[in-house]
């Protein structure tokens, strides 16, 4: 696989395909894998670049201070990609966000799914629902932590596990395993946030924005595709996915591959 080098910080991505660029960014509790699904449907007409965040997958951390948003610029500089359409997931639709605010001239269009927003303080009712299922886990319990962060959000708060793919989760923990690793390490790091935080700056997004969520999706996830949707100016609220909850591109991908085709069809139209 191709790595970027930025000061000593290894940068893996993936590069398929021809045409306008697609740059996917992965959720905190995963990595570029989490986007298998949409690499062949979306790479017939683009290019399609997948990025590891820095720290998470298979990219590597210094000690040295940095900024999630930059490094996608960087990425796309070292690539010749003068702008790029961004498909962010939870996390990696915040850092989506920040990278538009930050470098509004080379974000072509954004695609939202179960994001994240930089600056959002979760919910009393949210922060109760995870208390209710990982109050018993002990931090240091990296496999039970896992555990319990599939089932919060892979599953979703009003699903029954043993409806679920046996293999979609076992494959969502050994993501989250190594995403939570990922974040002790960036723990220790001076992580640079957009300033100001891009709650407080949804007004300012420019590109034209799609945004959906997973049915099953905790709730603040939910609200707060309506609230992007909402503030925005050029923003579109699709519904929200049926039967899927944060991890949709892996968990409903034809629906996810639907969607983003056809926004992607219409920003090349």
Sequence with gaps: MPYLDLSGASLAYDDDGTGPAVLLLHAGIADRRMWREQVGPLSAMHRVIRLDLRGYGDSTLTRAS???????????????????????????????????????????????????????????????????????????????????EVRFWVVGPGRDLSTMDPDLLDFAWRMDRRALAAEAALGQVDVRQLQPVATYRLAE????????AGAADVPDIRRLADRMAAEIPNAHRLPDIPD??????????EAVNRILLSFLGALRG
């Design 205 to 212: 997004v420019r590109p034209p924005t799609l945004v959906t």
């Design 244 to 253: 899927a909850a944060h991890l949709a591109p892996l968990e409903r991908p």
């Design 66 to 148: 940095f900024a999630h948003h930059d490094d996608v610029v960087a990425l796309l500089d070292s690539l010749g990609v003068q702008r790029a359409v961004l498909v962010g997931a939870s996390f990696g639709g915040a850092v989506a966000i920040d990278t538009a605010l930050a470098y509004p001239d080379r974000v072509a269009g954004l695609a939202l799914i179960g994001s994240a927003l930089s600056g959002h303080e979760w919910s009393e009712e949210v922060d109760e629902l995870w208390e209710a299922l990982a109050a018993q886990v002990g931090t240091d319990d990296v496999d039970a932590m896992a555990e319990a």
